[in-house]
């Protein structure tokens, strides 16, 4: 349990809920409907966990209104649950110590603006002419290379690295070891390879990052060759997904872990894609376009919808007769053409 | 060479081994069968390496009772070769500075406990109410977050970040850039996209992870939502892994490089997962469960065994054929049915 | 546009190209033909891209001897237009602070020997006999372990994480987050697993790179088990690489980004990998190979050309079906054989 707490009435009404039972009754926590105990609130979303909510030893649980009569204990009555879960997460979520200061191990640039409410963590570096808005906390390690602007209300956690040049709008946060800003993957083939090898085309572009963005640990998104690479506002971006140069994310799209997308390829709003997915550059994928996970996207998409590529998991015997079969897909097509001919 | 020295009868009698040829055999150094000289010792453990044992220039080789005759030097005979190796490899490891306090660019939050034989880096950041256990080594740029318990023996290198809450037994290795703690992928789309997108759903959970426990370098493992996500005893994790809130982990499972682990997904005992491999979210694999490089997994494994997805390597030029073919397979079988009907 | 400005004649003079229009006309930035104003220098180098040269309202723009008479504007007339435009924007290129020594808050071990022309940042930590060329560049919170050797002119970005033992040449980048020399992944299974689990093998091996090669961020390079993991002169590598032990990449080869190499696997020189390739282990792979995005190379490539795997992307509904045919292939081929026999 944290140290928080709530009457079950208090919450009901900052989450414009129905409070079904004893408003006095303290919350002290959220649980599972499996793991909570005395104190803790819980809830149901998911139908298929209908069969936990009779046996939970919550003290309250967020329900729809039509399982209330099947809730052993009091409720909050929602018509949407999990927003209502999403919301009241947010009342105990660890709050972060108050507005601290710079520490002073970190370099701070003498031409830097910091925003004398933002909080600079150890051995934090912030580079030339670089501004930090209100309410923004740099963790121990972040660096912030020249020219950068944080905006107001942003986290940027432990050992970030963003380079010079990258624009970001408020409340943004960003986890460890995250890298915005780096270069892009740009080469000229020399003619004379032997002698010269691959020619670097100097990164000049930078990062634009809108409002209200959340990118996760351990992703890299490059920095523009000319123009700059752009992430909308509303996106949010899971652990390790790379984003090439000039990229451009449209608003309120959601990026799974360990997706890649190649350089100048544009997403549009309200996108999905999946864990592990991989995009071709210079492609254009249509607004409301969700991609299933590991799918290999070779082409623009230009209407909404879901897709997909790749082949279901057999048993490693199995699937080797099916992949020799893939190999030989061409000619069995040709085969069976003959075989119509002759019927 | 390495300035550490052993006789062969001393490394026989370490090992556990048989000593045949020379005991006073000087070893400085461990060498593949091609390349080691004068004072290294090498190993056999794969039959098709055998060639090579009979023009080593090895003083002495780890084999197995059936290659003493075939070897062409002093030999460790050992039922296990590989194993043995893996045993002396220890001895010959790098032995890292001696317990050398705690350096003074590093920020330790007054309430931190920190074991006196714990070595500290330059700018660690060690966050309030942290523990941090005998002989542990934490490098440079390490970052633990507040409320974190870090065991005994543990050795975290450079740049490594742990976030608060997170806890973790004895004598376990984290590599660089590698993120414990980050905010599980978890919001509840907002009805009102346009105005709202989505609502961050606080991540209240931590990580557990157990004793023996190695985890490689760019490596994220989020906490939990409301529970933790989990990682057993014995667990061997690789480089650029990503796993999930509220994934669970079972003891002795090795998990190689760039697999991602969708949320909540529970692990068994004693699996291996190859590089590249995904698994959604919400399943349950089977203890002894082996699955492929690059497979997609996509729904629950209820028995032990190996399993794949994919398609093999070809020419591009006759793959894009068959890629072809693939998107007509469904027509291909009807096709093929009609014809049966008719013969 | 930047501080920097060139006359259109000074660039023709560097370039190697012939100035067609005003040589006096001065030139401040580069930009594409879309964006370009006055001021810019532009370049044409994709035929696809001729109609945008029409309207464009640069100030000059990079352009082969055909395209001359197209021109709206000034040009630079090159052979190679897009190696032209590589070679200028690193006349553009942010130039990095000269010379600053040794920032007060880095820890230099005593031993270490850093050139009197390096440039070391805030928060960095440099290892007992470590070596830093002239005019190299390591940023803050840059850690280099002991006994590593870096050259000339190399410019590690903040937060990179080099080990101890690690060896590289002149001219060599390496992005932020990146880690060069973390352990292998070697294990030798135990015999009783429930009791010992994996033995871990001591990674006694280094990391040596050679001159003028390119490393993106959050890529990762382990050292090797016992000889050196290598990469060659001229490599250029994105982000979220990985790189395990004892690999070996032959010169001028190129590797996209989120792409992994298995285990002593040997890459071929002037090779390109596409992103999100996976190569098993201990395979070797000839000079002038290309293999396309996220293609699962479970062997050996002998001779040169483009290889692929995987399936087409299609809209999900039609894709399942596909899914579902492919893992009945083997039986459909066998129908089709007994067809055929009837036939």
């Known amino acids: 349990m944290s140290d928080i707490c709530y009457s079950l009435g208090q919450l009901a009404e900052m989450l414009g809920a129905d409070c079904v039972g004893d408003p006095e009754i303290k919350i002290s926590g959220l649980a599972t409907l499996a793991s909570a105990t005395t104190g803790h609130l819980s809830f149901l979303a998911n139908p298929k966990y209908q069969k936990a909510l009779s046996t939970t030893t919550a003290s309250a649980v967020i329900v729809s209104e039509d399982m209330v009569a099947h809730c052993p204990c009091a409720s909050l009555v929602s018509s949407n649950p999990y927003l209502t879960y999403a919301n009241v997460s947010q009342l105990f979520a660890k709050k972060f110590a108050k507005h601290q200061g710079v520490h002073p191990s970190a370099d701070i640039h003498s ?167 991989g995009l071709v550059g210079h492609i254009t994928i249509a607004d409301n376009v969700h991609v299933t996970g590991m799918t290999m996207v070779t082409k623009s998409i230009d209407k909404p919808g879901a897709y997909s590529s790749g082949t279901p998991m057999m048993e490693t015997r199995q699937w080797k007769k099916s992949a020799v079969r893939f190999a030989q897909l061409d000619a069995m097509s040709k085969r069976l053409g003959e075989l119509e001919k002759k019927n």
């Open 111 to 277: 031409t830097a603006s910091i925003d004398t409410s933002a909080t600079i963590g150890a051995h934090v570096s912030v580079g030339a002419n670089v501004s930090i808005g209100a309410n923004t906390i740099l963790d121990a390690g972040v660096v912030i290379g020249d020219d950068s602007v944080i905006g107001k209300d942003c986290h940027l956690y432990s050992n970030v690295t963003v380079y010079h040049g990258v624009v970001m709008g408020d409340r943004v946060s960003i986890h460890s070891s995250t890298v915005i800003g780096s270069d892009g993957f740009g080469y000229a083939p020399s003619p004379d390879r032997e002698q010269g090898g691959w020619v670097k085309i100097a990164q000049l572009g930078g990062v634009r990052i809108g409002n209200d963005v959340e990118i996760g640990a351990a992703t890299t998104i490059d920095r523009g060759a000319l123009d700059d690479t752009v992430i909308g506002d509303r996106v949010i971006i899971d652990n390790q997904v790379q984003i090439a140069h000039n990229v451009e994310i449209g608003e309120n799209t959601g990026i799974a872990a360990c997706t890649g997308i190649s350089g100048s390829t544009r997403i549009g709003k309200n996108c999905t894609l999946a864990g592990g997915v």
